[in-house]
């Protein structure tokens, strides 16, 4: 393909929505995101502005992208906050020391192992990155991993006030976080919203282990469709409620506190079910095949071990666990986020139908 390149545009890649956060990982992990550029979203494809566009097709191999020439506008951020922290603290051992930063509303979330890191410098980055972003009042840091049937991890206060509560804001979509006491994870973010896109006016959606509620708000802000929310955690949907009074939704959602392997029983009642626990997720799958419509999709999120072809791995324990419970098609087995150096999340769709 020849590209004519015009003023003011800069070499990019076009990917749908599914994929944004795979390419993502790979550009950033390959070096050629262009980080002063803008990613670029028109709610159906992606735009990346990349530095290499003949590396690109290594990089890129086995997803559906096209190297295209777009506008890319300055992004005139400031530096990252491992680049900053790394500028600030340059004695530290930063090989040795794996960082993490999300911010969620008015508050930065760090993962800082506080076993490498000593608390006199986690209190000097939390300042740090206070005094570089002035819409950042709080700075915490995450302990350990997330903990317990109701989903929360230890944090620290780091810098600023201490406040666990915030409003976060995806595509439009308001959503009450309380760090304390209920899950969230913002890293999902494009997931929430490619999800939303598949939902088709007037289907019925179950979301279990719904935390604050992320995927019931993206999909009743985008269509009118009715979501029933589950969580153990009455925190998590004290959080979702607060957020459905807030936004403008064009569908319903029912938020209940309950345990989601127990709470349903009706056969065949959903269009699409979610099981957002990706310890677990592997382990509802046949209650939830039985509460799916004919026809129906089960999208599920699981950890996996970083080993050789995680997909075929993944794919063979579905098969054995609708064994003789269901039909299934296996839509979709995509490589989400990195968890740790050792383990990555693979994002599944299942196309459900009765044996």
């Given at each position: ?53 003949v590396s690109a097709s290594d990089v890129l191999g086995g ?293």
């Open positions: 393909m020849k590209l004519i390149q015009k003023s003011g545009s800069f070499n990019g890649v076009k990917l749908p929505l599914i994929q944004a956060e795979e390419a993502r990982l790979r550009l950033i992990k390959a070096g050629i995101l262009l980080k002063s550029k803008k990613i670029f979203n028109n709610h159906e494809f992606v735009f990346f502005p990349i530095s290499d566009s997803l559906e992208y096209q190297l295209v020439y777009h506008i890319f506008p300055e992004e005139f951020l400031k530096p990252s906050v491992l680049d900053l922290l790394k500028k600030e603290f340059p004695n530290e051992p930063w090989d040795n020391i794996s960082i993490k930063f999300d911010q969620i509303g008015e508050i930065g979330l760090l993962r800082l192992d506080d076993e490498i890191t000593s608390r006199e410098f986690r209190t000097s980055a939390g300042s740090a990155i206070i005094n570089a972003y002035p819409k950042i009042t709080t700075v915490m840091n995450k302990l350990d991993v997330t903990e317990g049937i109701e989903r929360i991890f230890p944090i620290e206060l780091l810098a600023g006030e201490e406040k666990y509560e915030s409003w976060h804001k995806e595509y439009g979509v308001l959503i009450k976080v309380d760090l304390r006491r209920a899950y969230f994870n913002p890293r999902l973010a494009e997931e929430h919203r490619r999800l939303a896109l598949e939902i088709s006016r007037g289907n019925r959606i179950l979301d279990l282990f719904t935390g604050v509620g992320p995927f019931a708000l993206h999909c009743a802000k985008a269509q009118n469709c009715e979501v029933i929310a589950v969580d153990i955690n009455p925190y998590a949907i004290k959080s979702l409620k607060a957020s459905i009074k807030r936004n403008k939704l064009k569908g319903s959602i029912i938020p209940l506190v309950g345990d989601a392997g127990e709470i349903f029983r009706t056969k065949r009642h959903f269009d699409r079910i979610i099981i957002n626990l990706p310890n677990l997720s592997i382990n509802y799958l046949e209650y939830t095949s039985k509460l799916i419509k004919d026809g129906g999709i089960i999208t599920f999120y699981q950890f996996m071990e970083k080993i050789e072809q995680p997909e075929q791995f993944l794919s063979t324990i579905i098969s054995k666990k609708l064994m003789n419970v269901c039909n299934h098609e296996i839509l979709n087995i995509r490589v989400g986020r990195e968890v740790s150096p050792s383990k990555i999340q693979l994002n599944v769709d299942l196309r459900i139908s009765s044996v």
